[in-house]
Structure formats: structure tokens, C-alpha cells
T-cell receptor, first 110, second 114 residues
Framework: NAGVTQTPKFQVLKTGQSMTLQCAQDMNHNSMYWYRQDPGMGLRLIYYSASEGTTDKGEVPNGYNVSRLNKREFSLRLESAAPSQTSVYFC?????????FGQGTRLTVV | AQSVAQPEDQVNVAEGNPLTVKCTYSVSGNPYLFWYVQYPNRGLQFLLKYITGDNLVKGSYGFEAEFNKSQTSFHLKKPSALVSDSALYFCAVRDWGSGDKLTFGTGTRLAVRP
């Protein structure tokens, strides 16, 4: 039982490159979230998905896209990475109770 | 829109003393409230939650929190701090009426000195 699994754990991108962050859960929760964590800013919601096939914007969606193809997986895509997207990204799952977090992806855009 | 405020960037306390980490919230409906802890280079771990019922909730590692509706607060407390409690603490809120968004505060770093 892995809970919430994020891949990759670390990534360095050049400005303008694209990449997809993957998140998979085996907890059978409907809701999934993508957050970014920056010093002094706490966790800011990028996108969330209340159920399979639905997605909604959070506080800071610009520059990102998401895909919820099935109940288990929720991916975050950066189409053209910018230095401002250097951050630690967390995926979380939950429904009406506590959210469970992955271990994070540390992304650096140079 | 829902929001959470953690007014202290850092809280310093001596081991063995009581600790309080403050949190206030704003929602349009009834809140679900949460506390999470983050250790260095780790994800967030759930500590405790308030959904309904008793205003004093108890959670992991001896932590507790008191829900105060009139003051819209949900402060985290522990009677006797340990050095191992040193970490980053986040308060979060979900509004019953606003769908499924979970909003976090900016975090409070707790430093417990021996």
C-alpha cells in the first residue's frame, strides 16, 4: 500500500522545456490536488479534481495543465517551463476528511 | 473565498514548556479545519482535524487544537514541547459549501530548544 506516489522526485529543466509530473494513488479517494510550496508562501493550490474526468483551477493555475484520466492518476504538465516555476510540487488526495500527501517533486528551472 | 492566516512565521519555546501555534480562518459556510506538520525534505503529515462536535480535538503526538467559532480560530497546542516537535506546521480549511478546495496557511516554523 504505497498511498500517494509522485514521480519524479527531482528534476532540472531548461527554460522553455516541457514535462509532466505524475501522481498515482491506491487509496480510492475521489479528490486529488496539486500544490506548489515556496518559501514564505505556504502551499498554494494549482489545480484540483473532485472526481474522475473533472478538474478545476486553484489559486495559481497559469502555466500549468492537468489531466485526470482515471480515479488513480492525476498529472500536472508544464508546457513551457519558466524560472518562476522552480518550486516543490506536492500531490494530495482526500475527500471531506484529511488529505494525504505525496513526498513531493523538487523542480528547478534554469 | 476561504482563507487561512497563521500570524507567526516562527514560534520559539523551551523543551517541556507548553506551546501554541495560532491559526484563524475565514469561510462562508461551516469549516472543516486541519493541522499538518512537515519535517525537512518530507511531505505533509496529518496531525488532527475538526469537522463537528467537541471543540477540543486531540491528534497525533500529543497535539490538540481548540475550535473557537466566535473568534474563527483553530489554535494548535501541546502541554509539553519536545525538541523533536521542531518542524513546519500548516493550518488548513475546507468550506463545506465551496466544493472540495483545501486552502492552507503560510506555515509556522516551531523551534523547540533543549
Amino acid at each position: 500500500n504505497a498511498g500517494v506516489t509522485q514521480t519524479p522526485k527531482f528534476q532540472v529543466l531548461k527554460t522553455g522545456q516541457s514535462m509532466t509530473l505524475q501522481c498515482a494513488q491506491d487509496m480510492n479517494h475521489n479528490s486529488m490536488y496539486w500544490y506548489r510550496q515556496d518559501p514564505g508562501m505556504g502551499l498554494r493550490l494549482i489545480y484540483y479534481s473532485a472526481s474522475e474526468g473533472t478538474t478545476d483551477k486553484g489559486e495559481v493555475p497559469n502555466g500549468y495543465n492537468v489531466s485526470r484520466l482515471n480515479k488513480r492518476e492525476f498529472s500536472l504538465r508544464l508546457e513551457s517551463a519558466a524560472p518562476s516555476q522552480t518550486s516543490v510540487y506536492f500531490c494530495a488526495v482526500g475527500w471531506n476528511t484529511e488529505a494525504f500527501f505525496g513526498q513531493g517533486t523538487r523542480l528547478t528551472v534554469v | 473565498a476561504q482563507s487561512v492566516a497563521q500570524p507567526e512565521d516562527q514560534v520559539n519555546v523551551a523543551e517541556g514548556n507548553p506551546l501554541t501555534v495560532k491559526c484563524t480562518y475565514s469561510v462562508s459556510g461551516n469549516p472543516y479545519l486541519f493541522w499538518y506538520v512537515q519535517y525537512p525534505n518530507r511531505g505533509l503529515q496529518f496531525l488532527l482535524k475538526y469537522i463537528t462536535g467537541d471543540n477540543l480535538v486531540k491528534g497525533s503526538y500529543g497535539f490538540e487544537a481548540e475550535f473557537n467559532k466566535s473568534q474563527t480560530s483553530f489554535h494548535l497546542k501541546k502541554p509539553s514541547a519536545l525538541v523533536s516537535d521542531s518542524a513546519l506546521y500548516f493550518c488548513a480549511v475546507r468550506d463545506w459549501g465551496s466544493g472540495d478546495k483545501l486552502t492552507f496557511g503560510t506555515g509556522t516554523r516551531l523551534a523547540v530548544r533543549p
